[in-house]
């Protein structure tokens, strides 16, 4: 059975372009709840610690880099079937791949700049989640 809540980022590109306000109403009228939610900014240690599971692949410096770059917007979203309907709801990682209305469609710069993260599996979004908000924060 699928889990109910997943986690999403707004990214440092459409933080900084003013997109955050419409990102998270697309995602509230999508029928998310937002369990958690904050701004922040963070380190290229703490970037690096998040994206570990990337170190070995030739773009982890500079996803360390772009993601320390300016404020994120961390979220813990409810849902049924959330991590599956979330994915759909941000589109393909490259945006000139993603559905038409999707956000990463509307929003995103490139794929490297693509506006907005979402957890590929619940076990991920449980582990993502945890790296953000503790488990206070999430309910």
């Given at each position: 059975?699928?889990?109910?809540?997943?986690?999403?980022?707004?990214?440092?590109?459409?933080?900084?372009?003013?997109?955050?306000?419409?990102?998270?109403?697309?995602?509230?009228?999508?029928?998310?709840?937002?369990?958690?939610?904050?701004?922040?900014?963070?380190?290229?240690?703490?970037?690096?610690?998040?994206?570990?599971?990337?170190?070995?692949?030739?773009?982890?410096?500079?996803?360390?880099?772009?993601?320390?770059?300016?404020?994120?917007?961390?979220?813990?979203?409810?849902?049924?079937?959330?991590?599956?309907?979330?994915?759909?709801?941000?589109?393909?990682?490259?945006?000139?791949?993603?559905?038409?209305?999707?956000?990463?469609?509307?929003?995103?710069?490139?794929?490297?700049?693509?506006?907005?993260?979402?957890?590929?599996?619940?076990?991920?979004?449980?582990?993502e989640g945890a790296f953000f908000f503790s488990a206070v924060d999430q309910y």
């Open positions: 059975m699928a889990n109910n809540r997943t986690y999403t980022m707004i990214k440092p590109d459409a933080v900084s372009a003013g997109n955050s306000g419409a990102i998270i109403k697309m995602i509230e009228e999508a029928g998310f709840r937002i369990v958690s939610m904050k701004m922040t900014q963070m380190t290229k240690e703490i970037a690096g610690k998040f994206y570990e599971v990337h170190k070995e692949r030739p773009f982890y410096g500079e996803l360390c880099d772009y993601m320390s770059s300016g404020p994120i917007i961390p979220m813990i979203l409810e849902k049924d079937n959330a991590v599956e309907d979330f994915r759909k709801l941000i589109g393909a990682t490259n945006p000139a791949e993603a559905a038409e209305g999707t956000i990463r469609k509307l929003f995103a710069k490139s794929i490297e700049a693509n506006a907005i993260h979402g957890s590929d599996s619940d076990e991920n979004a449980a582990i």
